[in-house]
């Protein structure tokens, strides 16, 4: 098969997987929760993220950790959004069984991409692992609908929730305030003031008693 191409049947349908900085591509799919489309969620920041299958060990304890940062997602103004290339049948089975099992009721809509026409989309299908499983992707679309950042799993590791919420207060806190965060950075912590674009600007940072200057083209500052 081409690279850049998918099968469906005897044909190869040309696909582009997704970029930072990109449009998220359009969809629409059934899901748990009815059918929903991409634009469905315009306006606000969607977490969209793929699983290799349901009634799986991994996969389950990913999903009962998606369940406990949802309200935190909500509370940011951002959605959740479930998928694998199982049935609906199963993912509302799985859910069911999630609920009965482990006492925790799974609120988002889960897609059913059987024929992997949004995990293609998305480039959530890696054939060096599996031909027939989304691997574990996570898509970060803000609510212009623009891929701001995305971050792939092998199939044998969970997700990080921590590090899920860590990115999306990232994204928003240099959106809100025009600044940028460093390694390991968390709310609360100083932020990064963009370097001087002049000379003469680099000189001035230097004597800016405001910041915490490291040199002019690494300074930080607290968030009032």
């Known amino acids: 098969m081409t690279e850049g191409m998918e099968k469906q049947g005897t ?3 040309a696909f582009a997987m997704p970029r930072i900085g990109q449009k998220a591509p359009q969809f629409d799919a059934i899901t748990t929760h009815g ?3 991409l634009s469905d969620y315009a306006g606000k920041w969607l977490i969209l993220f793929s699983h290799p299958a349901d009634f799986t060990p991994v996969c ?3 999903f009962i950790a998606f369940q406990e940062i949802y309200p935190e997602l909500r509370k ?4 959740l959004l479930g998928l694998s290339v199982d049935s609906v049948t199963s993912h509302i089975a799985w859910v069911r069984n999630i609920k009965e099992k482990m006492g925790v009721t799974i609120e988002f809509p889960i897609i059913a ?3 992997m026409k949004v995990a293609s989309k998305y480039g959530m299908i890696m054939p060096e692992q599996s031909d027939t499983a989304a691997t574990r992707a996570v ?3 803000d609510d212009k609908q623009v891929v701001r950042a995305i971050i792939y799993y092998p199939m ?3 997700r990080n929730m921590a590090e899920i919420l860590r990115v999306l207060d990232a994204l928003k806190t240099s959106d809100q305030h025009g600044v940028v965060t460093g390694a390991n950075w968390k709310p609360g912590d100083k932020v990064i ?3 001087p674009k002049t000379t003469a600007a680099a000189d001035e940072r230097t004597q800016d008693s405001s910041l915490e200057v490291i040199d002019w083209y690494l300074s930080k500052k607290d968030l009032k």
């Open 193 to 195: 003031v963009p370097p």
């Open 113 to 115: 991409d059987l024929n």
């Open 139 to 141: 898509f970060f679309i």
């Open 35 to 37: 059918m929903k489309k």
């Open 60 to 62: 389950t304890t990913e």
């Open 11 to 13: 044909e190869e349908v």
């Open 156 to 158: 044998s590791t969970g």
């Open 76 to 79: 940011r103004d951002t959605e």
